[in-house]
């Protein structure tokens, strides 16, 4: 199990160079929420290794701040210029 969250964290590791450096702006918030994910992931699996019904909580509460945060992010992306033809 140790191994697994080990994997998972170094994935998450080598996708933060996407973050850093990635060509655009959505696979820069793509690989930001994948990170997110990875980290959930590894909630989960330290809940079932210490045995610890709380981190599987946590992790929800973290999940639902993950969808609100990229939700947030698309509309602020995708919205329109002010002064543009609609206006």
């Given at each position: ?17 996407r973050v850093i450096k990635g060509p ?22 330290l809940s079932f290794y210490f045995d ?31 002064g543009g033809v609609g206006d």
């Open positions: 199990m140790l191994y697994f969250i080990l994997a998972i964290v170094l994935s998450a590791i080598l996708t933060f160079y655009s702006v959505p696979d820069r918030i793509i690989a930001m929420n994948s990170i997110g994910v990875m980290f959930l992931l590894v909630l989960v699996l610890r019904k709380i981190f599987i909580d946590v992790a929800l509460v973290y999940g639902v701040f993950l969808f609100i945060n990229v939700l947030v992010i698309t509309k602020n992306i995708t919205k329109p210029e002010k």
